[in-house]
């Protein structure tokens, strides 16, 4: 018999008010030292370990769809897709001994100069567990974490150009920000013409900005931007987004730049995690290239 | 005793720990289903439906404890704040201890009206917190309070068929 419970005249401790209040503080002071300092993140990754278990757990009936999916694909598209990668290999193989050349020459040159050789950078292909279910910010939860050597603030990209940025790290799992997260911020350069600048996200898996260009800069629809590198992060040269509408309307000191990102950024499913990136020697540099432009270092604080 | 409770005292029905403690995890679970697109904005939270059945069905069994503990595994799972989920389901559990008594007299139609302003209030908690942190919000997101409204009636038929002894119809 549950009648017992209906008595609310026994002694049940603190009453609802005082609870609610207590629970509150707890909370915004959790929040407080979580916004502010680093200190929590022990404590979140030692109970992510269960939930991540049990998120996979979850995600487990639609990849089991997806698996099931794939393995009914017909003969026809099998033959299909095989030939075209056979053509699309021979044109990259072609475009590779081209790359090898100018790559072999550009060393040489650099050599020649007494220039820092550019290093290569290894990368780790990863899948996505697990696409944010929070709507105010969309992550991607990556199945490579600490036990593989992510470290955070590593570049996540595709085949085609850049996906994001690894900002948080758990044993098993790592966690990456979208580069058209909401504010987020990556300095690029116009490929035509070397215009640098710093391209921000929208919130918005299809867009991104390029915020504070004068008019009259020279920008058309069409250019591609790649990442300049100047900030020691994204690795410099890397596709990121194209220019698809300029709106340069006199009555605003800048043009509106829309532009769309390169990369599928809501439609991979294997993605690559580049490791070993910059070689502190070329930090210095940085750090003196960067007063010419204050404005854009302001804004990357928010990286 | 008997097989068939009249309906005023169906908040009665019998809630062992262990039935509480899963109905919290398959919400949970439910939340972390890799939802996309314009079924994420849909999304109802189902950990704050569940949690709301059950602070307003069994007040002292569920309370805000419980609620905030269920909210730190939400914020973990979701990679928001430490807190942020906690807060806004701290609020929503009050509400529904304040309400307990009104929401078991009315019956469901009329709950879900007064169920909703609750939901509200704890989506605009963790917009207000979001807002407060990164300075923008998702209106959107508001969408999910309204579809978690709607599941009331279901899932309140649910759980309760799931909490009636089955045992009782078959024996005298």
Known sequence: MEHTNAFPFFNRGPSAVVRLAFFSLLSLLLMFVDARYQYLELGRTTLSVPIHALQRLATL??????????????????????????????????????????????????????????????????????????????????????????????????????????????????????????????????????????????????????????????????????????????????????????????????????????????????????????????????????????????????? | MSAHLPKDQEFLLPATPIFIAASLLVALLLNWLPWQGMWLTLRPDFAALVLLYWCTHKPYRVGIGIAWMVGILADVADASLFGQHALAYAVLAFGGIVLHRRVQMLDLRLQTLQIFPLLLLAYGVYAAVHWQVHGYVVWEYFLGSVVAALLWVPLTVLLQALRRPRGNSGQP
Request: hydrophobic share 40%; aromatic share 4%.
């Open chain 1, 61 to 303: 009936p639609v990849d089991l769809w997806q698996q099931a999916d794939a393995y009914l694909v017909t003969q026809g598209s099998l033959v299909r897709d095989h030939t075209q990668l056979l053509q699309q290999r021979t044109i990259d193989a072609a475009q590779l001994q081209q790359l090898q050349v100018l790559q072999a020459e550009n060393e040489h040159l650099r050599s020649l100069l007494n220039v820092q050789q550019k290093a290569d950078y290894s990368m780790q292909l990863a899948e996505i567990v697990y696409v944010e279910r929070d709507i105010f910010q969309r992550k991607l939860l990556l199945d490579k974490g600490a036990q593989a050597g992510v470290l955070a603030g590593q570049v996540v990209m595709d085949d085609n150009g850049i996906v994001g940025q690894v900002t948080r790290v758990y044993p098993w799992l790592s966690e990456a920000t979208l580069i058209t997260n909401k504010d987020h911020a990556v300095p690029i350069q116009v490929l035509r013409n070397g215009l640098r600048s710093v391209v921000f996200g929208s919130g918005d898996t299809g867009q991104l900005a390029l915020r504070y260009l004068p008019i009259s800069s020279d920008i058309q629809e069409g250019d591609v931007l790649v990442t300049s590198g100047i900030d020691g992060t994204y690795p410099p040269g890397l596709p990121v987004a194209r220019v698809t509408r300029i709106e340069r309307d006199p009555a605003y000191p800048f043009a509106r730049i829309q532009c769309t990102p390169i990369a599928g950024v809501d439609r991979q499913r294997q993605l690559l995690i580049l490791s070993g990136l910059p070689k502190l020697p070329e930090r210095p540099q940085v750090v003196e290239e960067v007063p010419s432009d204050q404005p854009k270092k302001g804004e990357r604080g928010n990286l």
